[in-house]
Nanobody, 122 residues
Framework: QVQLVESGGGSVQPGGSLRLSCAAS????????MGWYRQAPGKQRELVAI???????TYGEPVEGRSTISRDNVKNTVFLQMTSLKPEDTAVYYC????????????????WGQGTQVTVSP
């Protein structure tokens, strides 16, 4: 079974920074893309950032320019460095992996982490 383990969430002041990490564990051969989505109470889940195996990154408009996503393909880990955080960034951030190929050759289209809380408040 493939599992996504998130870390780095917490509470910060506006203008602060936070670094999220997500590591995929299990018998994994490859992952097409990994990234982050977020969901605030009463709102739909939205894209924060994703990055492909080749290193092509896509950012959601609300965080573009304030976030940097990177990945370690060997460790199947993705990082999200967020800066200039705003109260509206407060949400549960979910790690997401797409196109997972396991060592048994099974293919999983998508896997989600359980989420990590990010709170931005004075």
């Amino acid at each position: 079974q493939v599992q996504l383990v998130e870390s780095g969430g917490g509470s910060v002041q506006p203008g602060g920074s936070l670094r999220l990490s997500c590591a995929a564990s299990g018998s994994i051969l490859s992952i097409s893309a990994m990234g982050w989505y977020r969901q605030a109470p009463g709102k739909q889940r939205e894209l924060v950032a994703i990055i492909t195996h080749a290193g092509v990154a896509t950012y959601g408009e609300p965080v573009e320019g304030r976030s940097t996503i990177s990945r370690d393909n060997v460790k199947n880990t993705v990082f999200l460095q967020m800066t200039s955080l705003k109260p509206e960034d407060t949400a549960v951030y979910y790690c997401n992996a797409k196109g997972l190929l396991e060592t048994n050759r099974n293919y999983r289209a998508e896997t989600w982490g359980q989420g990590t809380q990010v709170t931005v408040s004075p």
